[in-house]
């Protein structure tokens, strides 16, 4: 099969409905379906182990699909792997770079293990390494690139070929945040340049800031997908979240706020804290006066809109490991 004209691509760039994988016994993704628009920035939104690289992994043809189906600008992904392979560049989570060349030499070797001849593989290596700030250190080997420099020169060279479809698997992990902005940047020029972005991340603040749509994933199934806004929305109109004095009070003050509101609050790892979802922000006042009716002690307390953290506090139970370790590391 030939590449469709991808000068007025199809509407969707990537539809999955059921899809799964399993590893013996273990179903590392169960039954999840995707509609990615052309031109937006998608996000799926997981902790660790919670799927999300293995549905990239499937939908880029690097793992077979044991269940379902998924097509990418209308090409099924299992009938022609071969087609898929032109239409989509891959950024996974670490650097995929050879520690013994040169920038320069790897984004030529990249051109060239993708059948560009040698000279036009040479101009698109120097293009991309201005592209993405790299042009000064084009010459010097990989061993000498900070963490923030290697993933900008694979990110390059998963774009030698122009794709029009990029998945981007944790793009800023272990990154500093200074790095990590430079990323966001980078990756909002892509899509405005005419590319679709598939996001896989750990992180809550990024893919507040960068998705346009979010899929939330955990333990291999999605459970959301929506807007950010709609997102927080479903979680509430505003969240109470209260930190009490004494952890042993947590118990007695999920029965208050069952009482006044009629819903259980979502108890967070870090001792002592609760996020209430309210309807309404003036709601607040009534938990409040009911706490301290009940002689429970705050040590301090806010309301606020909803973030992405209580979204998926409250979706899954639990937090994200990004969050759990406070740290933007895995």
Same mark, same amino acid.
């Given at each position: 099969?030939?590449?469709?004209?991808?000068?007025?691509?199809?509407?969707?760039?990537?539809?999955?409905?059921?899809?799964?994988?399993?590893?013996?016994?273990?179903?590392?993704?169960?039954?999840?379906?995707?509609?990615?628009?052309?031109?937006?920035?998608?996000?799926?939104?997981?902790?660790?182990?919670?799927?999300?690289?293995?549905?990239?992994?499937?939908?880029?043809?690097?793992?077979?699909?044991?269940?379902?189906?998924?097509?990418?600008?209308?090409? +099924?992904?299992? *009938? @022609?792997?071969?087609?898929?392979?032109?239409? #989509?560049?891959? %950024?996974? !989570? &670490?650097?995929?770079?050879?520690?013994?060349?040169?920038?320069?030499?790897?984004?030529?070797?990249?051109?060239?293990?993708?059948?560009?001849?040698?000279?036009?593989?040479?101009?698109?290596?120097?293009?991309?390494?201005?592209?993405?700030?790299?042009?000064?250190?084009?010459?010097?080997?990989?061993?000498?690139?900070?963490?923030?420099?290697?993933?900008?020169?694979?990110?390059?060279?998963?774009?030698?070929?122009?794709?029009?479809?990029?998945?981007?698997?944790?793009?800023?992990?272990?990154?500093?945040?200074?790095?990590?902005?430079?990323?966001? +940047?980078?990756? *909002? @020029?892509?899509?405005?340049?005419?590319?679709? #972005?598939?996001? %896989?991340? !750990? &992180?809550?603040?990024?893919?507040?800031?960068?998705?346009?749509?979010?899929?939330?994933?955990?333990?291999?199934?999605?459970?959301?997908?929506?807007?950010?806004?709609?997102?927080?929305?479903?979680?509430?109109?505003?969240?109470?979240?209260?930190?009490?004095?004494?952890?042993?009070?947590?118990?007695?003050?999920?029965?208050?706020?069952?009482?006044?509101?009629?819903?259980?609050?979502?108890?967070?790892?870090?001792?002592?804290?609760?996020?209430?979802?309210?309807?309404?922000?003036?709601?607040?006042?009534?938990?409040?006066?009911?706490?301290?009716?009940?002689?429970?002690?705050?040590?301090?307390?806010?309301?606020?809109?909803?973030?992405?953290?209580?979204?998926?506090?409250?979706?899954?139970?639990?937090?994200?490991?990004?969050?759990?370790?406070?740290?933007?590391?895995?």
């Amino acid at each position: 099969m030939s590449i469709t004209n991808l000068d007025a691509p199809p509407v969707v760039a990537v539809r999955a409905e059921g899809l799964a994988k399993a590893f013996g016994t273990h179903r590392a993704v169960d039954g999840i379906d995707l509609d990615i628009r052309t031109g937006e920035i998608f996000g799926v939104l997981g902790p660790n182990g919670a799927g999300k690289t293995t549905t990239l992994r499937m939908l880029a043809t690097l793992l077979a699909i044991d269940e379902g189906r998924a097509e990418i600008f209308g090409v +099924d992904v299992s *009938r @022609e792997p071969h087609v898929i392979r032109q239409l #989509v560049g891959v %950024t996974g !989570q &670490y650097a995929s770079v050879d520690e013994n060349l040169t920038a320069r030499e790897n984004l030529w070797l990249f051109g060239r293990l993708q059948g560009l001849p040698s000279p036009r593989a040479r101009r698109v290596g120097d293009d991309l390494l201005g592209r993405f700030g790299l042009e000064d250190a084009a010459d010097k080997p990989i061993a000498q690139f900070s963490g923030g420099m290697r993933r900008r020169l694979d990110l390059a060279a998963s774009l030698i070929t122009r794709p029009p479809l990029i998945f981007l698997d944790e793009p800023t992990t272990g990154l500093d945040p200074r790095t990590r902005g430079q990323m966001w +940047d980078t990756i *909002r @020029e892509l899509v405005a340049d005419g590319c679709t #972005v598939l996001l %896989t991340t !750990q &992180y809550l603040d990024e893919a507040d800031q960068l998705s346009d749509r979010i899929a939330v994933i955990d333990r291999g199934r999605k459970v959301a997908e929506g807007t950010p806004d709609e997102l927080k929305t479903a979680v509430g109109d505003s969240t109470l979240q209260v930190h009490l004095a004494d952890p042993g009070d947590v118990q007695d003050a999920v029965q208050v706020v069952r009482r006044v509101l009629g819903s259980d609050p979502v108890l967070s790892p870090e001792q002592a804290r609760l996020n209430v979802a309210l309807e309404q922000a003036d709601m607040a006042a009534e938990v409040l006066i009911a706490l301290r009716t009940a002689g429970l002690s705050i040590s301090s307390v806010s309301v606020a809109k909803p973030s992405l953290d209580e979204v998926f506090l409250v979706l899954t139970g639990h937090e994200t490991d990004a969050d759990t370790t406070k740290e933007d590391r895995r």
